[in-house]
């Protein structure tokens, strides 16, 4: 797929993600996902592989860091 066809697709509704190499189709896993629909719904045309592959935390990006 393209990245072209790839982003008109998620502005039409489509719920992709990317890992790796590969485009995955979430709409009816994220029911499913031990983190919650929250986490996939987030992350809906992104690339997700740093969270899949657990280099990544989400709850870094809710506040500024201390120091």
Do not use: C
């Not at 790839?6 to 709409?27: E, H, N, P, R």
């Not at 690339?47 to 657990?54: L, Q, R, V």
């Amino acid at each position: 797929m393209k990245r072209k066809d790839f982003f008109q697709q998620i502005k039409f509704g489509a719920q992709y993600v990317i890992l790796d190499d590969l485009v995955i189709d979430v709409k009816d896993f994220q029911f499913q996902h031990p983190g919650g629909k929250f986490v996939i719904q987030q992350n809906i045309g992104r690339d997700i592989s740093k969270f899949f592959y657990g280099g990544y935390s989400m709850e870094d990006n809710l506040g500024p860091k201390p120091g």
